[in-house]
C-alpha cells in the first residue's frame, strides 16, 4: 500500500490538542495512548482510498485466530493493522504507538511484537509511532533497543512530536 506513508503523516497532523493530550479537570493535560489512537482510527479512515484492498483496524484481538495460535503471535492485541481480513497473503503493516518516553520494558515489548508480526505472520511493515512534545527524545533509546534484538532493519520508527505537525519517519 504505496499511500500509507501519506496517510499516517496526514492524519497525525489532523491530530488536534485534545486528543494528543487529554484535558484534566483540576490537573494538566495528560498523554493517552487509546485517546490519541482512536483519534489517529478516526484521521486515517477519513483519508483512506476507497478502492483500496487493505482494510485498516484498530486493536484486532487475535486469541481466537487458528493460524496465530500455532504461530505463538495469537496473544497479541496490536494497536493498528493494515490487511486483508481473512485472507493471511493481504498482511500489510502493524502499527504500535506509544507516547513519548516509553519503559524500556515496553519497548522491548513492542519490537518484538512487531518482529514477530513480520516475521511469524508475514507483515511487510512494521510501525513504531511514538508521539509527545519530547518524542525526539526517544530516538535512541528505540534505537538501542532495536540494535540489541538485532532488528534495526526490520521496523520504522516514526515520530509526532507536535501537534499540528505530521509525524516523521526516523528510520
Known amino acids: ?13 489532523g491530530i488536534g490538542d485534545r486528543y494528543f493530550r487529554l484535558p484534566i479537570d483540576g490537573g494538566d493535560p495528560i498523554y493517552r495512548e487509546r485517546v490519541y489512537c482512536y483519534e489517529l482510527y478516526h484521521q486515517m479512515r477519513n483519508r483512506w482510498p476507497p478502492d483500496s484492498p487493505f482494510t485498516l483496524n484498530g486493536e484486532v484481538d487475535k486469541r481466537a485466530h487458528p493460524i496465530l495460535r ?4 495469537a ?3 496490536p494497536d493498528f493493522l493494515v490487511h486483508v481480513p481473512g485472507n493471511m497473503e493481504g498482511n ?22 512487531l518482529n514477530r ?19 525526539d527524545a526517544d530516538i535512541d533509546r ?12 526490520t521496523f520504522e520508527l516514526w515520530i509526532h512530536s507536535a501537534v499540528g505537525a505530521e509525524a516523521q519517519r526516523v528510520f
Open 75 to 77: 496473544n497479541t492485541i
Open 92 to 113: 500489510h503493516a502493524i502499527i504500535e504507538v506509544k507516547p513519548n518516553g516509553p519503559s524500556l520494558p515496553a519497548i522491548r515489548s513492542d519490537i518484538q511484537k
Open 1 to 13: 500500500m504505496e499511500e500509507l506513508n501519506q496517510i499516517l503523516a496526514a492524519a497525525t497532523r
Open 142 to 153: 528505540v534505537a538501542q533497543e532495536a540494535e540489541r534484538f538485532n532488528l534495526q532493519d
Open 70 to 73: 500455532r504461530l505463538d503471535a
Open 117 to 135: 508480526f513480520q516475521d511469524a505472520v508475514g507483515y511487510s511493515r512494521g510501525l513504531y509511532l511514538v508521539y509527545g512534545d519530547d518524542a
